[in-house]
């Protein structure tokens, strides 16, 4: 079993749609928890954290549910500009920092 | 205040040659990870070092890569012999703990003929 898996996709939708991403992860003693993007397989640029009780940054709404070991991103409102691979990523626990990634979920919106 | 910087940015070799890759963290980052995304798969954790330390390199294969961070001068992930299963992007990231967010470099993509 993946250390982290995501539903690798592609999502196609229109602009303006509301899309939805989730993501499992399977050390439950994982520590700290993010979305990056990464497009055309460029350098992945975080995104945002993720926390338990959930945060928010403009369109993009980041939840964690640690009982689940459940993770999602939420998109409102998709741009053109937000077509991308979406990489659900975790760190192990507090002796180990390098970051797991999933293989990412890809992200095209159509005009 | 620059980011994180790799070079080269791209490099081809010939089986059996040496490739070193260079990793320069951000100002004031003195923890460095490197990463290595092969086509068509997700990036996977290689090594993580600190100055003149390596801190964790459970990712690392066991024979042919080599990381270093020195007190001065970049970071060098070194990969001895090349094969052509080496061809892969390889990021680097840096932080300026182990316990804050990581920034990636650009990558250096590394094709072995």
């Known amino acids: 079993r993946k250390e982290v898996e995501q539903d690798p996709g592609p999502f196609n939708v229109p602009e303006g749609a509301t899309v939805a991403f989730n993501c499992t992860y399977s050390?439950?003693?994982?520590?700290?928890f993010f979305w990056y993007r990464q497009d055309c397989r460029k350098e992945p640029k975080l995104l945002m954290s993720?926390?338990?009780s959930g945060n928010e940054d403009g369109r993009f709404t980041a939840q964690l549910n640690r009982a689940s070991q459940y993770i999602s991103l939420l998109i409102r409102d998709s741009k053109l500009s937000d077509s991308a691979t979406y990489l659900c990523?975790?760190?192990?626990?507090?002796?180990?920092?390098?970051?797991?990634f999933g293989s990412g979920t890809r992200l095209q919106v159509q005009p | 205040n620059a980011g994180v910087m790799q070079n080269p940015r791209h490099l081809v070799r010939r089986r059996g040659q040496e490739a070193r890759l260079r990793c320069s963290p951000m100002?004031?980052?003195?923890?460095v990870y490197w990463y290595r995304q092969l086509p068509e798969e997700g990036l996977k954790f290689m090594v993580y070092?600190?100055?003149?330390?390596?801190?964790?390199e459970s990712g690392m294969p066991k024979e042919r890569f080599s990381a270093e961070f020195p007190k001065e001068g970049p970071s060098i992930l070194r990969i001895q012999q090349v094969v052509r299963g080496d061809s892969a992007a390889y990021f680097c990231?840096?932080?300026?703990?182990?316990?804050?967010?990581?920034?990636f470099g650009p990558g250096t993509r590394l094709t072995v003929l």
């Open positions: 100002k004031g980052h003195s923890h």
């Open positions: 990231a840096s932080s300026p703990t182990g316990f804050h967010e990581q920034f």
């Open positions: 070092l600190q100055k003149e330390n390596i801190i964790d």
């Open positions: 050390n439950s003693a994982s520590q700290s």
């Open positions: 993720v926390y338990s």
């Open positions: 990523v975790v760190t192990g626990d507090t002796g180990r920092r390098a970051l797991t």
